[in-house]
């Protein structure tokens, strides 16, 4: 399809919608939409399919990357694997949907979850309705007309009512701060932006930077290849047992056949996720009762341990302390080399006070000849030279460095859009002192723009299926609501806002979250202003109070009609 410009626009699955025509008789795609949906993974998918196959609206959705998945269409590194378990990673809006998909493995891998949005996008037509290799390069509230001026990053323009922010909260990398990066002659890969065609490491010299979730599920599978894999680890992390496998035909059956309870059960817990028999509290029991009943969840595997051992582990020390030490204590039985035990033991901060990362044989790999973990609190990094890395007085020669340094969280993808709300305040100066919002959804200043996964809402500790889908749906009825009542805008009041940040701050303050230096509290990114940037009250307590709102009448948010025309 040829644009006003006479570009080829990379419109997949079809015409943009109401397109009109120039005078040259070529297609020209409609530039002014009801919604403008930015992200095709998870978030993105589901609002354009609400919006447009549901409710009709008139939608684009923009996407940097060449087609859907959003962080899956990125981050395809070898291990690459979803943390939930799959039959609570997708989607529930519709049960026939869940009926005629079927996963091959208990946690998906990130070619099926691929697939899976693939799927989506072709089941419901969503294709047609994106423009992708369309990065957002900034994005204006036009307080004269009402409407949000998008522009991308190769000159194009667009605008709509309504914005949709679907970009995820882990989908802007860290950008690496080594000095001499470039001077190195080897190749460079980044998790993050990983080569669509694989990467073969066999015979090679590895280095791989960090022992985050990523630097952890690809570490055993790149030193299966690797000639020799120098890991270099800066903060040692509570990893526990992933637990995958094979999905069983007669479990998945059973979950299909029971899936509406599922998720009413689902919906029920803190995080979303059908993990229901945490006891009260670790120091309650006896010390077998307490033993056995992490011997069992570290059995189960994901994030059971977590979530469905002992209900206190995120706000008592004595109780996050009893479970530290039982995966301490693991970490010590499966690393032969007690020097090497000690290094990746953590002690530094309270566990899950960092996303816990799941893993498969991610210990024993440091039991392998061709593994060497280096410690970067006492070896740091000097730069990286022409043949390597230099730790300490050490140049160590490599043919690939791997970068697995993480995430800007939360903030990160939507400060990287350039938004600009009323009066022309960039979102930058909006949180210069932290981000503020109200429910995680809406800003004050910013109208009109709905965020999915926002910072201050549940996000990385909820499910994200039920988030997104839950944002779209409150967000078409808000949609509905104006329309039916002649009203063209949409913003929280400071004073809700203001509340909402109390709120989640004292929230936090009674948590153990604020002991680690974490992403979610913006710490691994200097400068960063530090809060915490999820709100912790779990998914039930924040869907009550977001419900509650509404039906007052959209309580804290301020709607307005068009301001008269002047004569």
Known sequence: MQSAHGSTENYRGGTVPSSTHGQNGDATPQKDFDVIVVGAGFAGLYAVHKYRNIEGLAVLGLDAATDVGGTWYWNRYPGARCDVESYNYSYSFDPELVQDWNWSERFAGQPEILRYLNHVADRYDLRRSYLFEKQVSSGTFDEERNRWVIETKDGDTYTAQFLHSGVGFLSAAKEPAFEGLQDFTGNVYRTSHWPHEGVDFTGRRVAVIGTGSSGIQLIPLVAQEARALTVFQRTPNYATPLGNGVMDPEFQAQIKANHATLIERSRRTYAGIPYDTAQPSAVAVSDEERIATFEEKWRQGGFRLCF????????????????????????????????????????????????????????????????????????????????????????????????????????????????????????????????????????????????????????????????????????????????????????????????????????????????????????????????????????????????????????????????????
Request: hydrophobic residues 40%; glycine residues 8%.
């Open 308 to 567: 469905d051992s002992f209900a206190d582990l995120a706000f008592n020390p004595e109780s996050n302390e009893l479970a530290a030490e039982f995966i301490r204590a693991k970490i010590r039985q499966r690393v032969t080399d007690p020097a090497v035990a000690d290094l990746l033991t953590p002690r530094d901060h309270p566990y899950a006070t960092k996303r816990p990362p799941l893993e498969t044989n991610y210990y024993e790999t440091y039991n392998r000849e061709n593994v060497e973990l280096i410690d970067l609190r006492t070896t740091p990094i000097v730069r990286i030279t022409e043949n390597g890395i230099q730790a300490g007085d050490v140049e160590y020669e490599f043919d690939d460095i791997i970068l697995a340094t993480g995430f800007d969280a939360l903030t990160g993808p939507l400060l990287r859009m350039n938004l600009r709300g009323r009066g022309g305040v960039p979102l930058a100066e909006h949180w210069e002192h932290g981000a503020r919002t109200y429910f995680g959804r809406m800003m004050h200043q910013f109208p009109n723009l709905v965020m999915a996964l926002g910072p201050q809402s549940p996000s990385a500790l909820y499910s994200i299926p039920f988030a997104v889908q839950d944002t779209a749906d409150w967000t078409a009825d808000l949609i509905r609501h104006m329309r039916e009542n002649g009203l063209e805008t949409v913003e929280p009041s400071a004073e809700a806002e203001d509340g909402w940040d109390r709120q989640t701050r004292e929230i936090a303050s009674y948590t153990l979250l604020p002991h680690a230096n974490s992403w979610y509290m913006g710490a691994n990114i200097p400068g960063k202003p530090r809060a915490c940037l999820v709100y912790l009250g779990g998914g039930p307590a924040y869907n009550e109070l977001i419900d509650k709102a509404t039906a007052n009448g959209y309580e804290g948010f301020e709607l307005r009609a068009a301001a008269p025309a002047i004569p």
